[in-house]
């Protein structure tokens, strides 16, 4: 052992914060659990019953309205690469475990987007706010995700609601950086000009900032959406279901067949809804007529 000197500081002496840190949590644990375990029980029944309802509905007709919302979205071919996408998950036997992971998956992203997105204005309009949440995101995104585990698990239990959980405190920053991003990004004319014309502060958000912020907002969903489904075997860890237990299964049997066609389904999933999330980003126009023709009047004035 090294001897305590001027030159070697941390031999005399080094903080407990590991153990701060445990008593802390035990206490809170101790404390809290019940009332967690209260708020657990119907988000998991919600759950259940969304995965149920997933699960019932015959597959090819959730893959035909998957696309009838790619070709509404993007256009034939994106519909033509979902229907074909979804056949191959179909056919390699892993569809059940395919709408439990997009389950808990939106159910994630939903909660990310409905606070994330209200934060990221917030943070948009107001520099102090900003300045107060980016340590908390930064320590969010690059704390690893397995440290998350041990107080969820202590304070939920295992199943699919802390696996929710879990995944939201992962997949959380991006739709905030991107939206505050995004609505920065303005150009002051645009607010200028609606601040002239007598908008209030909702008419431009609203009407102006929103819309022009559209792109940025659609890549923090993209991204969210991304993370969360890099989450899925992390999740599987504590009890949640879908393609992360496939995983895991083979991994646990070093089988490398079950793990290659579980890991095949999860980019398959993402290669999706990337497809999805990024041709919804896009204004409609192009989205119709990626090269829109020059008007006879348009041309002459260019002669």
Do not use: H
Not at 131 to 144: E, H, S, W
Not at 179 to 208: C, H, W
Not at 235 to 259: E, N, T
Request: charged content about 10%; hydrophobic content about 55%; proline content about 6%.
């Amino acid at each position: 052992m090294t001897d305590c000197g001027f030159l070697n500081p941390f031999a005399c002496y080094t903080a407990p914060v590991a153990g701060w840190i445990s008593s802390a949590l035990q206490w809170f644990v101790g404390y809290a659990r019940p009332y967690f375990l209260l708020v657990k029980q119907p988000i998991d029944a919600v759950l259940s019953l969304l995965i149920s309802v997933a699960n019932a509905v015959p597959p090819l007709v959730l893959i035909a309205l998957a696309g009838i919302l790619a070709w509404r979205v993007g256009g034939v071919r994106l519909m033509i690469a979902t229907v074909i996408t979804l056949l191959i998950i179909g056919f390699l036997g892993i569809w059940s475990e395919a709408m439990t992971t997009l389950v808990i998956v939106f159910a994630a992203v939903s909660i990310c987007l409905a606070i994330g997105i209200p934060l990221g204005i917030l943070a948009a309009r107001s520099d102090r706010v900003f300045a107060i949440m980016r340590p908390v995101l930064d320590g969010m995104q690059t704390i690893p995700a397995f440290v998350y585990l041990v107080p969820v698990v202590m304070l939920f239990g295992i199943g699919d609601v802390p696996g929710v959980i879990v995944t939201i405190i992962f997949s959380f920053p991006p739709v905030i950086r991107l939206t505050n991003l995004g609505i920065r990004q303005v150009p002051t004319e645009i607010v200028e000009a609606m601040i002239a014309f007598g908008a209030s502060s909702p008419q431009l958000l609203l009407k102006a900032q929103l819309r022009v912020a559209r792109k940025a907002i659609m890549a923090g969903v993209n991204q969210t959406l991304m993370m969360a489904l890099s989450m899925v075997v992390v999740a599987s860890m504590i009890a949640v279901g879908g393609l992360g237990q496939v995983v895991l299964r083979g991994i646990g049997r070093l089988d490398m067949g079950i793990a290659t066609v579980g890991g095949i389904g999860i980019v398959l999933l993402a290669i999706i809804l990337d497809r999805l999330t990024q041709a919804s980003g896009r204004p409609t126009l192009l989205r119709a007529t990626p090269y829109p023709k020059k008007t006879a009047a348009e041309s002459i004035q260019k002669q």
